[in-house]
């Protein structure tokens, strides 16, 4: 069974398949907008932490396909809150659904729900751990813009302790080595060793000469509700913040990305620049999520 849990899982070809049958999509939502793929297929999305890009995308991605859509989107309508184990939620919902697409509060938990699941389970996001379908997204958006397989200079920027999308994107990236990843963040949230290899660059400062010779800057956000001292966030949560100024000083032909939401690290003023790329990368999650469910659920375009 095709369940996303982790980055890790995909091959090199699997990934560029993927994107491949994204572009297809993408060609279907730019001509008649939707397709009867899914027709009489129904996605449980469940959705245990805040959400606005990553769950509608997958319900707006199966409505697109033609299929249904059934949802839990707070957990305190859910029996979760009346002491119902994750694993029995699953059994019942894998009874409900065809596929299901959850987020939770807890790194492991879509892996849990996978192993109870008779339906494939896509990983929306796990605590801090992964977001694998975001990096597919993001993998997509860079690929819409350069070779992958070309040299260029990935840099990471904010909070890559606690960034499931920086935990996920940099495993996938590994597939294409001529791209060379920096990840820029204090030292208390630096990228874990576990993602970090010889060759990267960690550093705390963002210095102009990052700025300038990136191809792609992925900015992320300092996930405030990971932290158990508030005193800690407000410490980190303005480090970096890319204004106009500083969106200038990178090259014409570089992208600003950012897997939203924002806070405050990107300037709204930075939305009318060339280098901004973070609203088609949203959207295309669609397109994405799309050729996820697709392939879970055995449909050929
Ligand atoms: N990028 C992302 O996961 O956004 P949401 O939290 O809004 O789903």
New binding site residues.
Partial sequence: MFHVLSAAQFSKDEILEILHSASQMEAILEGPGFCELAKGKILAAL?Y?????????FETAMLRLGGGVISETDVTFSSITKGEVLPDTIRIVSNCADVIAM?SKTKGDAAIAAEYSSVPVLN??DGSGE?PT?SLLDLYTISKEFDLESAMNVAFIGDMKYGR?VHSLTTMLRHFPNIKLQFIAPDALQIPDSYFQEGDLKQEALSDEIIANADVIYDTRIQKERFEDPAQYEKFKSVYIFDVEQVNKMKDSAILMH???RVNEITLAVDDLPQARYFQQ?AN?IPVRMALIAKALNLSA
């Fill in positions: 959705f932490e805040p959400s606005t890009r990553t769950r509608l995308s987020r929306g996001g977001h975001q999308t897997p939203l939401p949203a999650g």
